[in-house]
């Protein structure tokens, strides 16, 4: 399980990105996180793996408190959390193979990272986590031969070579069309359903969460404005996230819900 108590990150500024945020994400639950940008999401995922470091409050993961953590012990404990970014941060000169295999440095020693010799078993790990994204035949080509769609699902593999329980998801769909948005998020999905995993997506798109995730957590000003299921994202609570405006067309219905699980 993963816990965010009482959890503020205060900038040099003086601007205060999130402020006192409480949330419990248990073992193998998808949560969509919305909200107008500013609102503190991206700040939100990268305090949980410290690549921000919070202010205040604590996080938990199972009954390891990660803010309390030395460097050393943090880089161990990092191994147990997938981070999938919206830009896929890929070596691009890297081929697929050896983006997919750079998800398990955590794991091998200094010199064996720095030649790139991996052991058999994560070899054959990233055959099969790429055969299970779809790019199997595309192995050996270069990362920056790739589409977007192709290039989210190497971060995807990469993530989930790391063997975690909890995946951080910053923005997987902002870059894609809307076809190749609706099968990243529902790779994403089946996978962590497989896999029993947590998982945090950081999504603008509200619809598309509502067609996926089993809970929606909204952020506004750095503060837990919604947390509830999809359905209960009524027009008041958007308005209560965003601002005023006419929401119906942005909430999913029985018909894109359909679509979604085709």
Known sequence: ??????????????????KSVEIEVPIGQVVALIGPSGAGKSTLIRCINRLVEPSGG???????????????????ARRRMGMIFQEYALV????????????????????????RRFPQKDVDEAFRLLDRVGLLAMADKRADELS????????IARALIQNPALLLVDEPTASLDPKTSRQIMR????????????????IHDVALAQMFVQRVIGLK????????????????????????EDWQATIKTD???EEAVA
């Open 92 to 115: 691009e000169r890297l081929t697929v193979m050896e983006n997919v295999l750079s998800g398990r440095l955590g794991y091998v020693g200094f010199w064996r990272s720095l030649l």
């Open 221 to 244: 000003a750095g503060e837990i404005a919604f947390d509830g299921p999809p359905d209960a994202l009524t027009p008041e609570v958007l308005t209560r996230i965003y601002g005023e």
């Open 1 to 18: 399980m993963l816990r965010l108590d009482k959890l503020v990150k205060t900038y040099r500024t003086g601007d205060q990105a999130l």
């Open 58 to 76: 604590k996080v938990w993961l199972d009954d390891v408190e990660l803010t309390a953590l030395s460097s050393g012990a943090l880089r161990r």
């Open 148 to 155: 977007g769609g192709q290039r989210q699902r190497v971060g």
């Open 255 to 257: 018909e894109t819900a």
């Open 187 to 202: 790779l994403i999905c089946e996978l962590c359903a497989e896999r029993g995993l947590a998982a945090i997506i950081n």
